[in-house]
């Protein structure tokens, strides 16, 4: 067992994590119900509004939440950093035009 991550659930939502399977890009595709809806909600959002909620859920990291709602926290951090890239890239494609 790897000693960084600790025990297997750790692993594991280091791999979820690591790879995604809900693409902001082609929601119907590996999301789930909630996840869809949360990319809707977002698919408007600027980069200022996106990297406020990044904060605030990266700011949950310590907080002890029952598997659910930590699973749903790393679903929408994951989610929420395709839509930092996506903005950051479509920000520095203007900005060279």
Not at 26 to 46: A, L, M, Q, R
């Given at each position: 067992m790897c000693d960084e991550l600790g025990d297997m659930e750790y692993l594991r939502a280091y791999v979820r994590d690591k790879t995604?399977?809900?693409?902001?890009d082609?929601?119907?595709k590996g999301?789930?119900?909630?996840?869809?809806e949360f990319i809707k909600k977002w698919s408007d959002k600027n980069i200022?509004?996106?990297?406020?909620?990044?904060?605030?859920?990266?700011?949950?990291?310590?907080?002890?939440?029952?598997?659910?709602l930590l699973r749903w926290q790393r679903q929408r951090l994951g989610l929420l950093r395709q839509f930092?890239?996506?903005?950051?890239?479509?920000g520095t494609a203007h900005a060279e035009l």
């Amino acid at each position: 067992m790897c000693d960084e991550l600790g025990d297997m659930e750790y692993l594991r939502a280091y791999v979820r994590d690591k790879t995604p399977s809900c693409m902001i890009d082609d929601p119907s595709k590996g999301c789930g119900d909630k996840e869809v809806e949360f990319i809707k909600k977002w698919s408007d959002k600027n980069i200022a509004d996106v990297s406020k909620e990044l904060n605030r859920l990266n700011g949950m990291k310590s907080a002890k939440l029952a598997p659910d709602l930590l699973r749903w926290q790393r679903q929408r951090l994951g989610l929420l950093r395709q839509f930092e890239k996506k903005l950051q890239s479509a920000g520095t494609a203007h900005a060279e035009l």
